[in-house]
């Protein structure tokens, strides 16, 4: 009789505990759920540098001297290459371009291979306006943010509001603004450098 009650006293234990597994398994997880990080603008951080107006690049076609070119990007954004004819370099990349020119080509070579090279970097200019001692259009580097322009620019007037900095971009959709705070900038990268592009305004309040 003992031994019967030993049993079945292990029995029901077994049965416990296989349903607080089992109930362990299947509960439903929290609905809240851990914060999303915000998407941070492309802009942050390094970037690769875009082609403009006034830049000079050679498109070089492997085993076809007759069509690499030396040629300079025009005031509307294009360059003339033989074969293909007109097409937009300004605002793309290195390797964006020369991936757009292998499909062209391939109308009418066999696995064409090309390499875009910059010769001359000529284009990358920013605007810096309102509240800054000296406004005007700057030349910029590759890697130039824009607290650097903010210096070029002769640095801040007593009036302007340093937490209320606009840089309006043109994007594939239109204009773009980005809102910055230069004081969170420099306070400890409360919030990240901002990299301007070639065309960008920036704008002190």
């Known amino acids: 009789m003992t031994k019967r009650l030993s049993w079945l006293a292990l029995g029901v234990a077994a049965v416990i505990i296989g349903n607080v597994t089992l109930s362990s398994q299947t509960a439903p997880k929290s ?41 300079v990007i025009r005031p509307d954004g294009k360059v003339s290459l033989p074969l293909i004819g007109e097409i937009i370099a300004s605002g793309k990349t290195t390797s964006e371009l020369q991936q757009e020119l292998q499909e062209k080509f391939k109308t009418f070579l066999v696995m064409p291979v090309v390499n875009v090279i910059v010769k001359e970097v000529n284009s ?25 322009v903010v210096a070029a620019a002769g640095g801040l007037t007593e009036f302007a509001k340093r937490n209320k900095v606009v840089v309006i971009r043109d994007g594939p959709k239109g204009p773009q603004k980005f809102m910055l705070n230069l004081d969170s900038m420099l306070d400890g990268g409360k919030e990240p450098i901002f990299y301007l592009q070639p065309g960008d305004t920036v704008y002190v309040q």
């Open 31 to 71: 609905s809240q759920a851990a914060p999303k990080k915000p998407d941070r603008p492309e802009s942050y951080g390094e970037s690769a540098y875009r082609l403009g107006p006034e830049d000079v690049i050679t498109a070089f076609v492997w085993k076809e001297d007759d069509l690499t070119t030396t040629t």
């Open 124 to 148: 990358p200019k920013v605007s810096v306006l309102g509240e800054v001692k000296k406004p005007d259009v700057y030349k910029i580097k590759q890697r130039t943010t824009v607290l650097d």
